[in-house]
């Protein structure tokens, strides 16, 4: 993959939540500008609780909000949604990573 000046989009059911247009492909961490979408509001919640216990190391709590995100959106690369992803929102800009696959924690 590319990455650069592609578009990402991460949705909620069919609500966008926000687009992020690549900039940077630092694999395995693509950057880019996050751009709102209308779903953006009621995910918020979601981004600020697995932002602050990361910048605190309190890595059993940001597992908890991060999984609890994660069950609700979906990200989408420009062939279709992935199977797996961190997505790191500090407006205006994003990063993230992704699994085609699901992980075997198994």
């Known amino acids: 993959m590319a990455f650069i000046d592609e578009t990402w989009w991460l949705r909620r059911g069919e ?9 940077e492909a630092d694999f395995p961490w693509p950057h880019g500008d996050f751009l709102r979408g209308p779903g953006r509001p009621a995910a918020e919640p979601g981004f600020t ?10 890595w059993e709590q940001w597992d908890r909000a ?5 069950e609700e959106h ?3 690369s420009p062939e ?7 997505l790191p929102v ?4 994003a990063w993230f990573r992704f699994s085609e696959e699901p ?4």
Do not use: C, K, M, Q
């Open 49 to 58: 609780g697995s932002r602050r216990p990361t910048r605190s190391e309190e």
């Open 80 to 86: 279709g949604p992935v199977a797996e992803f961190l």
């Open 15 to 23: 609500e966008s939540v926000g687009e992020i247009r690549v900039t």
């Open 90 to 93: 500090e407006p205006p800009h």
């Open 74 to 76: 979906t990200l989408h």
């Open 103 to 106: 992980f075997d924690l198994g």
């Open 66 to 70: 991060w999984t609890a995100l994660e």
